[in-house]
Nanobody
């Protein structure tokens, strides 16, 4: 019953910015942990950023200072603001919501950073 619909993603030049959004339907996010993950071609999926129900955030070292995760419980959305993008940020990005011990995933959206 929980569905995640992502928007954003695309092709951007190095140094540019991009904002990913994820709309969650089904239940309130108030007790959920939310995050963004990415998987580059031939690489393991990794956690990019996470945010708890209390608003505590954590980031992968590779994106600290460049990415910002936020949530809006009233709108049931989680977003990832990406700036100073690098070619190594190229990957499929996935929205994730964890509720009652179960992980829900978005379909993924491609982010490509290239000149």
């Amino acid at each position: 019953q929980v569905q995640l619909v992502e928007s954003g993603g695309g092709l951007v030049q190095p140094g540019g910015s991009l904002r990913l959004s994820c709309a969650v339907s089904g239940r309130s996010l108030s007790i959920s942990t939310m995050g963004w993950h990415r998987q580059a071609q031939g690489k393991q999926r990794e956690l990019v950023a996470g945010i708890t129900s209390g608003g505590i955030t954590n980031y992968a070292d590779s994106v600290k200072g460049r990415f910002t995760i936020s949530r809006d419980n009233a709108k049931n959305t989680v977003s990832l603001q990406m700036s100073s993008l690098k070619p190594e940020d190229t990957a499929v990005y996935y929205c994730r919501v964890t509720r009652l011990g179960y992980d829900y995933w978005g379909q993924g959206t491609q982010v490509s950073v290239s000149s």
